[in-house]
């Protein structure tokens, strides 16, 4: 038999200068070769690819321009851009550009592997975090009253961080002590006063339970702001390429043991590290089983939706028995008990979590690849920020399953003490510090149940929770939510009304204080300011004469 022809390398069209023309030639070409880079001149050229490497970076709108201008000159070649260290772009306007690739700071080895990608179908995005300094941004001015809550919130801390410096450690004599808790209550409680005076409505209420910075009320202005890094690679522009990618990026990030950064206490806080990464594994690993599930039988609408809520429980059962384990026991009343059957035996995991966005926006495009709304904008799922707005979601329903898990796993571990070195941190191996955990949650539940959500209802904001490699994190994702404001009990709605009452009478309140100021200006300047001059005249003249008569 004769030797199969060797296949013919695909085209690139480089577009770079002679210096780092050279280099990025002779990267691609080592063996293998990535492709036979070709010239633009040939009037036969049809690229498999265009590879086009920024040597000064122009202006935004003229880079979007010019690469719609290439893909549309090069139609149907995708794009692959490179872009250099310090560039300064902002991370919105390079996820908005229509290329298929985008590179920075690369290397030989992710160069050809990005070339790869793009020529496969796929699209690469890497951006890694700016190290360097940024323009400080001009601070805005502050009005009198964000002038008084600042100055009196900046004493009432250092006043509060002086005093908690002297209960470190706490006093033995008594009368010191008790006068230092009573002042450390006394300024939490007039911070949370000037915070509910002056503060933004967000901070009126979510503050009486949980202390904010200052920074949370007026964020300062950085000398150096640091850009977030995104590396994003699709090996297929399909759902199961997309769900891939996801699962890897979800994947890392639970692994890594995140931290809370969210602003609010958790009960995924609770669990030893190691039992907290296997709990996100445990409910990633579950959802691409139901996703396989619910592939083959292919629902769509509302039956999706109601398989998908009636597999809840189910899916939060298994992600439970893996994060135990099925074969561990423990002794409990004095003898061994499995621990997976007996914490499910425990545990209400039916519950449905209200805060929750529609599943469907989630579950299309991973299901059937069908595009998405992402801020006003229907974008195909393969976009960079359709999969970061589908990694947000994921990751929201990954925390808050996972916080519906840990809390029954919290109440479990009240009941059987040898549960707690399994499953909990080791600070929560004592009673108290763990029924104290218990009854925060508890109270911040309460808290947020009455107060906190009728106020995100009526604000038009749902707080999602975003899972990355370092910290959980919160963010708030603003749509409409009329339909759940007006199911909401006579406590919240009570709520709403003391806010709308708020933003109807500020404007009459502030225009009736204007006109008592400047009523008050007229008094002093026309009636007061005129009867002391004539009383200033009077006791003159009457002085001037008794010097004449002397």
Same mark, same amino acid.
């Given at each position: 038999? *004769? ?41 036969? @050229? ?109 004493? $009432? ?237 994921? *990751? ?8 519906? $898990? ?65 910290? $959980?994190?919160?963010?708030? @994702? ?60 009077? $006791? ?11």
């Amino acid at each position: 038999m *004769s030797p199969r022809p060797a296949q013919p390398l695909p085209q690139l069209l480089l577009f770079a200068d002679p210096l780092q023309r050279a280099g990025i030639v002779s990267w691609l070409q080592m063996d293998p070769p990535c492709g036979q880079v070709v010239a633009s001149e040939d009037p036969q @050229l049809s690229p498999q690819l265009i590879v086009w490497c920024l040597g000064s970076p122009p202006e935004p709108q003229a880079l979007d321009a010019e690469v719609r201008r290439l893909l549309e000159r090069w139609h149907p070649a995708p794009l692959l851009l490179l872009l250099p260290p310090g560039h300064r772009y902002a991370p919105d306007v390079l996820l908005q550009l229509p290329a298929q690739g985008l590179l920075e700071q690369m290397d030989a080895e992710g160069l050809r592997e990005a070339v790869t990608t793009v020529l496969a179908g796929g699209r690469v995005l890497a951006i890694s975090p700016a190290s360097q300094a940024e323009t400080p941004s001009a601070a805005a001015p502050l009005g009198l009253g964000q002038w008084l809550l600042l100055s009196g919130l900046q004493q $009432i801390d250092a006043e509060l961080r002086l005093c908690l410096a002297l209960l470190d450690p706490r006093p033995t004599q008594l009368l010191p002590l008790l006068l230092l808790e009573g002042r450390v209550r006394e300024l939490r409680m007039a911070r949370r006063l000037l915070l509910w005076l002056w503060g933004p409505i967000a901070l009126a209420w979510g503050t009486l339970h949980d202390e904010q910075p200052l920074a949370a009320v007026f964020p300062a202005p950085q000398a150096t702001a640091a850009r977030p890094g995104v590396a994003i690679t699709l090996r297929q522009r399909t759902a199961d390429g997309l769900w891939e990618a996801l699962r890897g990026r979800l994947t890392e990030a639970a692994a890594a043991g995140p931290s809370n950064q969210s602003g609010q206490l958790l009960a995924l806080d609770g669990l030893h590290p190691s039992r907290r990464s296997d709990l996100l594994l445990g409910l990633l690993e579950q959802f691409e089983r139901l996703r396989s599930r619910l592939l083959q039988d292919d629902p769509r609408g509302e039956r999706l939706e109601r398989l998908w809520r009636e597999l809840q429980p189910e899916l939060r059962q298994q992600a439970l028995r893996q994060m135990a384990g099925s074969y561990v026991q423990l002794p409990m009343e004095g003898k061994l008990c499995p621990v997976a059957e007996t914490l499910l035996r425990r545990s209400l995991l039916d519950g449905d979590d209200q805060e929750l966005p529609d599943p469907l926006a989630m579950l299309t495009p991973l299901l059937q690849a069908r595009p998405l709304l992402v801020e006003g904008q229907l974008l195909a799922p393969d976009e960079p920020q359709a999969v970061l707005y589908l990694e947000l979601l994921l *990751s929201n329903w990954l925390v808050r399953s996972a916080e519906l $898990i840990s809390a029954e796993v919290l109440a479990a571990c009240a009941e059987w003490p040898e549960l707690r070195r399994y499953l909990l941190r080791p600070d929560l191996l004592a009673t108290r510090n763990l029924e104290r955990m218990r009854n925060q949650l508890n109270a911040q539940q309460r808290w947020s149940s009455w107060f906190d959500r009728p106020i995100h209802l009526y604000e038009s904001r749902r707080p999602l929770f975003r899972l990355g490699v370092a910290a $959980i994190d919160c963010v708030d @994702l603003t749509e409409p939510r009329d339909a759940e404001l007006r199911q909401l009990g006579w406590v919240q709605q009570v709520v709403t009304l003391a806010l709308e009452a708020r933003d109807a009478l500020a404007p009459q309140l502030q225009g009736l204080l204007r006109r008592l100021g400047d009523l008050l200006v007229v008094l002093l300047t026309q009636v007061v300011g005129k009867a002391i001059g004539l009383v200033g005249r009077g $006791i003159v003249q009457g002085m001037g004469r008794s010097l004449n008569r002397g």
